[in-house]
């Protein structure tokens, strides 16, 4: 996946910029994100197997710039830049379906989302469960549901 996204920078891919509606922190930096870009290019699932288990479709990547990015370098010519990995940071997720790019995105940032509270409410309450006990079941599960 990361050879497909850097080959694609490479040959000058365009990325179409997005605005979230409300911003979100992010999990590594902590810092609010607004802005991103979203581009999709065709990729090929599992080419290292057989034809018959291999998966054609698109991968849907965004990006976000990074604010402080580290400072690696790399010389290309004559002219010295920063790695793509290094610039920003990239979420994947590979379609077989037929969501535009922009749908795909979307479904995907909030399937993320649904996940997040799955596993807040795993780690929680939730964690205590299944207990002996009714009554402790439903003390556990009363807050949790409320919240």
Do not use: C
């Amino acid at each position: 996946m990361t050879s497909a996204i850097a080959a694609y920078d490479a040959a000058g891919g365009t990325w179409t910029a997005i605005h979230h509606p409300r911003t979100f922190v992010d999990e590594e930096t902590g810092e609010l994100v607004s802005d991103a870009e979203v581009a999709q290019m065709p990729f090929t699932a599992f080419k290292g197997k057989r034809k018959a288990l291999r998966a054609e479709g698109r991968l849907i990547v965004r990006r976000v710039r990074r604010k402080n990015p580290p400072s690696a370098k790399i010389v290309t010519g004559e002219s010295e830049q920063q790695e793509p990995f290094n610039l920003w940071r990239h979420r994947a997720v590979f379609v077989t379906g037929d969501f535009e790019m922009l749908q795909a995105d979307a479904h995907h940032r909030q399937h993320a989302n649904h996940e997040q509270v799955n596993a807040e409410a795993k780690a929680g309450a939730l964690a205590h469960l299944p207990s002996g006990s009714f009554q402790a079941n439903a003390t556990w599960a009363t807050p949790w549901a409320i919240t």
